[in-house]
């Protein structure tokens, strides 16, 4: 949004960016004794409320918005926010670019237009989960998966607005998805996006975060997050590098995040994950090799890339 006039009243901090989209988080201090001011959307614009309610006004009418409820803006539009009911508010606001939208709509069933005829969807249950992942970027600016984020709500705007049928899993669907799960392999602990591997399948992103949540029953980043973590705990129980240089190599590019992941996948942190697979403590049978190898389990299930220390941006 272009702030004309609102600027000793809002605060905006960027939280995540990438091609055709970005999110921030605004800040509004405004009650019913302040002024009420034009402003314009530079993009389209989908806005999670987390706090607060305001009345949004622009050509298709005024709505009240509420906490869980979406903002629905078009690019270019004017509109003006009032607190006439209460002070302040605070959202995450995702903007995007006309061309993404379109490659969003493209991909849904049913969903032939871009634009806005409303400005609000309420807060339904269904948005919930999209709501929250919103507060959680919040909390962690530039959080890996913010991507996914930003497409799933681009799609849920759309589809709540120009709702359309599921369409059915085809063999195609299957076909292109296991092509997506080999790339994320052979490339696990490497910087990948979702638009790297969509422009490898050729496909579009919010095509392939779609159908790949609806064939393999997670998201891309969330499939690949789990795969890490899998490797860096088989890397743990061989009980031969630092814990730091487990997370780098495991495509993690920072110690707590790759700490607090672990422990939420695992119920337990790296270190004590390690201290109960050494021999002789209770957590002994997890280090054992099922093949009878003789080799690091991770050696024979992955190509690791060593020296890799960037953040994947999933």
């Given at each position: 949004m272009?702030?004309?006039?609102?600027?000793?009243?809002?605060?905006?901090?960027?939280?995540?960016?990438?091609?055709?989209?970005?999110?921030?988080?605004?800040?509004?201090?405004?009650?019913?004794?302040?002024?009420?001011?034009?402003?314009?959307?530079?993009?389209?614009?989908?806005?999670?409320?987390?706090?607060?309610?305001?009345?949004?006004?622009?050509?298709?009418?005024?709505?009240?918005?509420t906490?869980?409820?979406?903002?629905?803006?078009?690019?270019?539009?004017?509109?003006?926010?009032?607190?006439?009911?209460?002070?302040?508010?605070?959202?995450?606001?995702?903007?995007?670019?006309?061309?993404?939208?379109?490659?969003?709509?493209?991909?849904?069933?049913?969903?032939?237009?871009?634009?806005?005829?409303?400005?609000?969807?309420?807060?339904?249950?269904?948005?919930?989960?999209?709501?929250?992942?919103a507060?959680?970027?919040?909390?962690?600016?530039?959080?890996?998966?913010?991507?996914?984020?930003?497409?799933?709500?681009?799609?849920?705007?759309?589809?709540?607005?120009h709702?359309?049928?599921?369409?059915?899993?085809?063999?195609?669907?299957?076909?292109?998805?296991?092509?997506?799960?080999?790339?994320?392999?052979?490339?696990?602990?490497?910087?990948?996006?979702l638009?790297?591997?969509?422009?490898?399948?050729?496909?579009?992103?919010?095509?392939?975060?779609?159908?790949?949540?609806?064939?393999?029953?997670?998201?891309?980043?969330?499939?690949?997050?789990?795969?890490?973590?899998?490797?860096?705990?088989?890397?743990?129980?061989?009980?031969?590098?630092?814990?730091?240089?487990?997370?780098?190599?495991?495509?993690?590019?920072?110690?707590?995040e790759?700490?607090?992941?672990?422990?939420?996948?695992?119920?337990?942190?790296?270190?004590?994950?390690?201290?109960?697979?050494?021999?002789?403590?209770?957590?002994?049978?997890?280090?054992?090799?099922?093949?009878?190898?003789?080799?690091?389990?991770?050696?024979?299930?992955?190509?690791?890339?060593?020296?890799?220390?960037?953040?994947?941006?999933?």
């Open positions: 272009a702030d004309l006039g609102k600027v000793d009243l809002t605060t905006v901090r960027p939280l995540a960016s990438g091609d055709g989209w970005r999110v921030r988080e605004i800040l509004c201090r405004s009650g019913p004794k302040d002024p009420v001011f034009e402003e314009q959307h530079a993009w389209v614009s989908v806005s999670a409320v987390l706090s607060g309610s305001f009345t949004y006004r622009s050509r298709n009418g005024r709505v009240l918005l906490p869980g409820a979406l903002l629905l803006g078009e690019k270019d539009a004017s509109f003006c926010c009032g607190h006439e009911h209460g002070v302040g508010d605070r959202c995450i606001a995702f903007s995007f670019d006309p061309a993404l939208m379109e490659e969003v709509a493209a991909d849904l069933s049913g969903v032939t237009r871009t634009d806005f005829p409303t400005h609000r969807l309420p807060p339904l249950q269904r948005l919930a989960p999209l709501i929250a992942d507060q959680t970027l919040a909390e962690q600016p530039g959080l890996r998966g913010a991507e996914e984020l930003a497409l799933r709500m681009a799609g849920a705007a759309l589809s709540g607005i709702a359309g049928s599921a369409r059915p899993v085809t063999a195609s669907d299957e076909r292109r998805m296991a092509d997506a799960v080999r790339l994320m392999e052979a490339r696990l602990v490497e910087p990948l996006s638009g790297v591997v969509a422009e490898e399948l050729g496909m579009g992103r919010h095509h392939l975060l779609r159908t790949f949540r609806k064939v393999v029953g997670e998201s891309p980043y969330s499939y690949l997050l789990g795969r890490r973590l899998i490797l860096a705990a088989e890397r743990l129980r061989m009980d031969g590098e630092r814990i730091t240089d487990v997370a780098f190599a495991c495509g993690f590019g920072d110690l707590s790759f700490v607090r992941r672990f422990r939420a996948r695992f119920g337990v942190t790296p270190s004590a994950y390690r201290s109960r697979a050494r021999p002789g403590s209770a957590g002994t049978d997890v280090a054992h090799d099922p093949n009878g190898s003789g080799r690091p389990p991770w050696k024979s299930s992955f190509p690791v890339l060593s020296g890799l220390r960037n953040s994947s941006s999933g």
